[in-house]
């Protein structure tokens, strides 16, 4: 008997028949593509040396292992088989490993901007959240999260306190949502591990266009986990991690002050105006 019949059979006896599945079918792909390739032993401890040092750059801050599955196109390859059941709903979009659980909840049309806010020009997103016939929903939680302008994320970047550029906003009871902030910027993921070297080694880019992350939870609908991007920006046809489709291409418009704006978002300065709807499916 083979060593790849060997081992595969060796799972066999996995109670969980979805796990055994998982298993067998690993240990017979990777067999299949270490004999596709006629692996040599320099390879082999080259792969099991990445991938240890893969390991050792995790931290609670840092998954190094997500980046991986994300410059790998697995991420986006495991979002296309779990969601996208309806042509109506928002698609999702990549996780990516800077999202920060329990921020402050925050009120109607609050800014995120908690540093050097005075510097900046206000945008405004603003939408409804909406099942997919339409009707409004009520009390979604909608967590929000970006980078500063220098392209980094709290939590990356020590300059910076926790929950600058990030929040958690909920919904009104016709779905309506406004949130104050920055407009996003593109820019480069990690590449000081394992995953920069691989991306250098490839010749290819770090960047992202610029976007702002949405993961939206309500009571039964499935949730959401998505970006809105900036249109116009250069990498959205080349993003590292291929997370970019078309329907999250939002357009901004630059805004004057007028007195509406003030009552309702107290927006006091001319601003950059985007909007967009999200539609959850039903769980
Ligand atoms: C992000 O958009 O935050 C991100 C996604 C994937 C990899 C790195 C960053
Ligand atoms: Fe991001």
Same mark, same amino acid.
């Not at 630059?254 to 309702?264: I, R, T």
């Given at each position: 008997? @083979?060593?790849?019949?060997?081992?595969?059979? @060796?799972?066999?006896?996995?109670? *969980?028949?979805?796990? =055994?599945?998982?298993?067998?079918?690993?240990?017979?792909?990777?067999?299949?593509?270490?004999?596709? %390739?006629?692996?040599?032993?320099?390879?082999?401890?080259?792969?099991?040396?990445?991938?240890?040092?893969?390991?050792?750059?995790?931290?609670?801050?840092?998954? +190094?292992?997500?980046?991986? @599955? *994300? %410059?790998?196109?697995?991420?986006?390859?495991? /979002?296309?088989? !779990?969601?996208?059941?309806?042509?109506?709903?928002?698609?999702?979009?990549?996780?990516?490993?800077?999202?920060?659980?329990?921020?402050? #909840?925050? !009120?109607?049309?609050?800014?995120?901007?908690? +540093?050097?806010?005075?510097?900046? =020009?206000?945008?405004?997103?603003?939408?409804?959240?909406?099942?997919?016939?339409?009707?409004?929903?009520?009390?979604?939680?909608?967590?929000?999260?970006?980078?500063? /302008?220098?392209?980094?994320?709290?939590?990356? *970047?020590?300059?910076?306190?926790? &929950? !600058?550029?990030?929040?958690?906003? %909920?919904?009104?009871? /016709?779905?309506?949502?406004?949130? $104050?902030?920055?407009?996003? #910027?593109?820019? +480069?993921?990690?590449?000081?591990?394992?995953?920069?070297?691989?991306?250098?080694?490839? $010749? =290819?880019?770090?960047?992202?266009?610029?976007?702002?992350?949405?993961?939206?939870?309500? +009571?039964?609908?499935?949730?959401?986990?998505?970006?809105?991007?900036?249109?116009?920006?250069?990498?959205?046809?080349? &993003?590292?991690?291929?997370?970019?489709? /078309?329907?999250?291409?939002?357009?901004?418009?630059?805004?004057?002050? &007028?007195?509406? @704006?003030?009552?309702?978002?107290?927006?006091?300065?001319?601003?950059?105006?985007?909007?967009?709807?999200?539609?959850?499916?039903?769980?």
């Amino acid at each position: 008997m @083979s060593v790849t019949t060997q081992a595969v059979q @060796s799972f066999q006896h996995i109670d *969980d028949a979805r796990h =055994r599945t998982l298993i067998t079918a690993l240990v017979q792909k990777l067999h299949d593509y270490i004999n596709e %390739v006629q692996l040599t032993e320099a390879e082999w401890m080259q792969a099991i040396q990445f991938l240890t040092q893969t390991g050792q750059l995790c931290h609670e801050q840092r998954q +190094e292992y997500i980046l991986l @599955s *994300d %410059v790998l196109g697995i991420s986006m390859l495991v /979002d296309q088989i !779990n969601h996208q059941k309806s042509e109506v709903q928002t698609p999702s979009t990549v996780f990516g490993p800077f999202f920060i659980a329990d921020m402050p #909840v925050r !009120n109607f049309a609050d800014s995120i901007v908690i +540093e050097n806010a005075e510097q900046c =020009r206000p945008l405004l997103i603003k939408g409804n959240i909406r099942n997919t016939q339409g009707e409004a929903i009520a009390n979604a939680y909608i967590d929000v999260w970006q980078t500063a /302008d220098n392209g980094m994320y709290s939590g990356q *970047d020590p300059e910076q306190q926790i &929950d !600058n550029l990030r929040g958690v906003f %909920v919904s009104q009871a /016709d779905g309506a949502y406004a949130i $104050k902030s920055i407009l996003p #910027v593109s820019y +480069e993921i990690p590449s000081d591990g394992t995953v920069g070297q691989l991306l250098n080694y490839a $010749k =290819r880019t770090f960047w992202r266009p610029a976007h702002i992350h949405f993961k939206i939870v309500a +009571e039964g609908y499935q949730p959401l986990v998505t970006h809105i991007f900036l249109e116009n920006d250069e990498y959205l046809q080349n &993003d590292a991690v291929f997370g970019v489709k /078309d329907r999250l291409i939002v357009c901004h418009e630059s805004k004057q002050a &007028d007195p509406q @704006s003030q009552a309702v978002y107290g927006l006091d300065c001319d601003y950059d105006l985007m909007e967009y709807d999200f539609i959850l499916s039903e769980a």
